[in-house]
């Protein structure tokens, strides 16, 4: 129902504007591959496993077959022919043989001409189509379950993050919330992770505020919530981040692993982790792509902006940011309803009007993105180890998420900033968001604000604000806007930051079955 009266004029040159600014971005992001592109690849023609004898630590197989095919012969025509040429050529069985060759120094990546590159071609496409059909399964497997055990009575869904660096004791955690109500359990990664060059294999114990995302560590939380799904009678959702130096890789194995939403924005690692902007780029198409294949709801990340610029004067850069970040997702193949767009109750407390404001800001993004399960954000940045202040915004946050309609709540935790949240704190946390939900009920359908009041003049005000940023975007480039500071304040240069040496330019002749198929099939 639209309360805002929008003109679809100005909604219009929007999304017209964001297209225009998001162009330039996505043809260098076809014209480019990187090295998390093709492990991702490897990983889903099967390869798995890590080198466990190398002195410096374990490396997986993956990156030490990609790494030796740059080394021999270049990344440009792509990993896929060199590989399944050296395979046929060495008449070994798995990728994991041709990886322990390789660490080995048995194997001489060449690329194949002729027949050789056309057996190669056809060796690595039905490879990759293998790992597709997985994903294809598991899509399939998880309609069938919300179909058997049925998704939660209402909306917002309630989303819980667990964190304790122990997937063990993360699964603990995960169950009781689910039995206390949570619809969505995240399982935050440990500090540092989207830095790392490399997927870390097995399970982990020994996370830092966070687990570490990996296949094994997706393998059990995934069993044990199908299990708490059959006991409260509902689907549990699980959430990981699909982000940083990895992000295509991470993308795959979640599809591999059945996760439903994963958090995968196009500018955030860019932003808040200095990670080079052409890489991450390049890295989201290729994962969003994969998320589309695998029906997985992204999660985008506008709600950092507001931890670092002020949520009232940058309100009109998240909504910049949700209009570049549904163009991207549109482009590679993904649909509004797994497009989980973000944005926060991040103004300061102190400000007048401050509940009336964050009403505006919500409610705008409800009406600009209808069919998108909005994810909103709970107050962090305005925090500040008072736990009974924090217990009311969180209260508030939550009253805003229901009377503007949001699809995803995120629970706010009223230790934030002062510990990392106990299961007391999650159980108190929940009891909040339940009091909420149930008090208030069905009062959105009274939450009529007036035509020329604060709430509505806001939204319009934020919205002519960001056609304006998005005009002068279209006219400096999106890669000059993110290197002058535009979102969240961050500055970073188009050709700075971590990873940049992981990116390579296309060859003409360039061949990845995985980018191939998905392109075909979104």
Same mark, same amino acid.
């Given at each position: 129902m639209a309360l805002l009266d929008l003109d679809p004029k100005v909604v219009a040159t929007a999304r017209?504007?964001?297209?225009?600014?998001?162009?330039?971005?996505? @043809?260098?992001?076809? &014209?480019?591959?990187?090295?998390?592109?093709?492990?991702?690849?490897?990983?889903?023609a099967g390869i798995t496993g890590a080198d466990t004898t190398h002195r410096a630590g374990d490396v997986p197989w993956v990156n030490r077959v990609v790494d030796t095919v740059r080394e021999h012969c270049g990344l440009e025509h792509g990993v896929a022919?060199?590989?399944?040429?050296?395979?046929?050529? %060495?008449?070994?069985?798995?990728?994991?043989?041709?990886?322990? @060759?390789?660490?080995?120094?048995?194997?001489?990546?060449?690329?194949?001409?002729? $027949? !050789? $590159?056309?057996? &190669?071609?056809?060796?690595?496409?039905?490879?990759?189509?293998?790992?597709?059909?997985?994903? !294809?399964?598991?899509?399939a497997q998880r309609d069938k379950l919300v179909a058997r055990l049925g998704d939660p009575p209402r909306r917002p869904w309630i989303y819980l993050i667990v964190a304790t660096g122990d997937i063990d004791e993360?699964?603990?955690? &995960?169950?009781?919330?689910?039995?206390?109500?949570?619809? +969505?359990i995240a399982v935050i990664r440990s500090t540092g992770q989207s830095l790392l060059d490399y997927v870390p294999e097995g399970a982990t114990h020994h996370g830092f505020a966070g687990t570490y995302a990996t296949q094994e560590n997706f393998r059990i939380m995934r069993a044990a919530l199908d299990e708490v799904s059959r006991e409260v009678g509902r689907y549990v959702r699980l959430t990981n981040y699909a982000s940083g130096l990895c992000m295509p890789e991470i993308a795959v194995l979640a599809g591999l692993q059945r996760l439903d939403m994963m958090l995968n924005d196009s500018m955030y690692g860019i932003l808040f982790r200095d990670i080079n902007p052409i890489r991450t780029f390049v890295d989201q198409r290729f994962s969003r792509q994969v998320h589309a294949r695998a029906g997985i709801v992204i999660n985008t990340g506008e709600d950092n902006y507001l931890t670092t610029a002020d949520a009232v004067d940058a309100a009109h850069t998240v909504t910049v940011s949700q209009l570049l970040n549904e163009h991207f997702a549109h482009e590679a193949g993904l649909p509004d309803h797994l497009l989980g767009l973000g944005h926060a109750f991040e103004i300061n407390p102190a400000v007048p009007e401050s509940f009336r404001l964050e009403l505006a800001h919500a409610l705008l993004a409800r009406e600009l993105f209808p069919d998108a399960p909005l994810k909103w954000m709970p107050p962090t940045k305005h925090m500040t180890g008072d736990v009974f202040h924090g217990y009311l915004l969180d209260g508030f946050f939550t009253l805003a998420g229901l009377l503007t309609g949001q699809s995803i709540l995120l629970v706010g935790m009223m230790t934030e900033a002062v510990v990392t949240p106990f299961l007391s704190d999650r159980d108190l946390a929940l009891r909040n968001v339940r009091y909420v939900l149930d008090a208030a009920g069905g009062l959105r359908?009274?939450?009529?604000?007036?035509?020329?009041?604060? +709430?509505?003049?806001?939204? %319009?005000?934020?919205?002519?604000?960001?056609?304006?940023?998005?005009?002068? +975007?279209?006219?400096?480039?999106?890669?000059?806007? +993110?290197?002058?500071?535009?979102?969240?304040?961050?500055?970073?240069?188009?050709?700075?930051?971590?990873?940049? !040496?992981?990116?390579v330019e296309k060859a003409d002749d360039y061949l990845n079955p995985a980018a191939d198929l998905l392109e075909a099939h979104p």
């Open positions: 017209e504007l964001a297209a225009k600014a998001a162009e330039p971005v996505v @043809a260098i992001a076809k &014209a480019h591959t990187t090295v998390a592109v093709e492990r991702a690849t490897l990983r889903l022919l060199p590989v399944f040429h050296a395979l046929r050529h %060495h008449d070994l069985a798995t990728l994991t043989d041709l990886a322990e @060759a390789t660490a080995a120094g048995q194997v001489r990546y060449t690329l194949p001409t002729g $027949r !050789d $590159r056309e057996r &190669a071609r056809k060796a690595a496409t039905a490879a990759v189509t293998t790992g597709l059909r997985t994903v !294809d399964r598991n899509r993360d699964v603990v955690q &995960a169950r009781n919330a689910a039995r206390a109500g949570a619809d +969505i359908e009274d939450f009529r604000p007036a035509p020329d009041g604060l +709430i509505v003049t806001r939204a %319009h005000q934020v919205l002519g604000e960001a056609v304006d940023l998005l005009a002068r +975007i279209v006219d400096d480039g999106l890669l000059d806007a +993110i290197a002058d500071g535009t979102f969240g304040l961050m500055k970073r240069p188009a050709h700075g930051g971590k990873g940049a !040496d992981g990116v």
